[in-house]
């Protein structure tokens, strides 16, 4: 599977940003789908997950309240809605997918990943 994210930019603190992933080649309904972030000089981390048929969904405590995952397997799409952004959100983002069955929050559970996507938050 290939994904493709979009969506990213500079933004002020407070305001919302939607990022999207585009799925293609394999059966994109058969794959859990997360968001992972990195900010410069620290380590990726997990952002949210969500389940193949969309009806679990997973956060980071950082975001969780802020930010809502969710997907549309008939457009092979997984979108991340980023409210009340913040500074300490600054980072790229990353889309991934997994056909496994595991806890979701891992990033060595996700064998396929997209190129990111920038992410500025300015105070």
């Known amino acids: 599977v290939q994904l493709v994210e979009s969506g990213g930019g500079l933004v002020q603190a407070g305001v919302s940003l939607r990022l999207s992933c585009a799925a293609s080649?394999?059966?994109?309904?058969?794959?859990?789908m997360g968001w992972f972030r990195q900010a410069p000089g620290k380590e990726g981390e997990f952002v949210a997950a969500?389940?193949?048929?969309?009806?679990?969904?997973y956060y980071a405590d950082s975001v969780k309240g802020r930010f809502t995952i969710s997907r549309d397997n008939a457009k092979n799409t997984v979108l991340l809605q980023m409210n009340s952004l913040k500074p300490e959100d600054t980072a790229v983002y990353y889309c991934?997918?997994?056909?496994?069955?595991?806890?979701?929050?891992?990033?060595?559970?996700?064998?396929?990943w997209g190129q990111g996507t920038q992410v500025t938050v300015s105070s």
């Open positions: 991934a997918a997994t056909y496994g069955s595991g806890t979701y929050y891992s990033i060595d559970e996700y064998p396929y």
């Open positions: 969500i389940s193949w048929s969309g009806g679990r969904t």
């Open positions: 080649g394999r059966i994109f309904r058969s794959y859990a």
